[in-house]
């Protein structure tokens, strides 16, 4: 192993923590939560995604309309189809999230997204972050909340795993230092 490839390795881990701390810094000056209570309307963005995700974000666009129909005529809530969070445009700008697609997500309150496709070696499609690794990063979705109920064992747990820091939301900006230490 070369010093060279330590210093690369340095200079790369220098680069992601300074981002962390850019990101951490943004979410101080962040105003405070948002209530849900007191916006009108909700705005529930709705993303087709990939493969058979139109046909699933189609179906739960459905029962979202039946179950919110008074809330939607009122006006409290809004449904907004979001187009282009494909891999075929991921693909052709070459972004995890084309910009066009973030700025209309971004006006959501409540996103429903379907699956997306995010490129392995050897299938036709450039090497683009996954979208939903993107996601969790542009819009702080740091908490992946997951229960476990097995009531004939009387477990009832709640795991919370953050989801923007460290190696799991490094994806390939990960440190390589060499083929033998990744």
């Not at 962390?20 to 009108?40: F, N």
């Not at 477990?155 to 033998?180: H, K, P, Q």
Request: glycine content about 8%.
């Amino acid at each position: 192993m070369s010093s060279g490839s330590l210093q690369e390795a340095q200079n790369h881990f220098v680069e992601l923590a300074k981002l962390q701390l850019e990101r951490v810094e943004r979410m101080k000056l962040e105003s405070d939560w948002i209530d849900y209570k007191a916006l009108s309307p909700i705005i529930i963005g709705i993303l087709g995604g990939d493969g058979i995700g139109p046909f699933i974000a189609a179906e739960a666009q459905r029962v979202l309309e039946f179950l919110l129909q008074e809330e939607v005529a009122a006006g409290k809530v809004e449904l907004l189809v979001i187009e282009g969070l494909t891999i075929e445009k991921r693909a052709e700008v070459g972004k995890a999230i084309p910009d066009d697609v973030l700025q209309e997500i971004k006006k959501c309150h409540v996103t429903l997204k379907g699956p997306t496709t995010t490129p392995r070696k050897g299938d036709p499609w450039p090497n683009v972050e996954s979208a939903n690794v993107a996601m969790r990063k542009e819009l702080e979705l740091f908490a992946n909340v997951r229960p476990v109920k097995v009531p004939q064992e009387g477990i009832d747990w709640m795991f919370f795993r953050e989801n923007t820091e460290g190696a799991y939301a490094l994806g390939s900006n990960g440190v390589d230092v060499s083929e033998d230490l990744a």
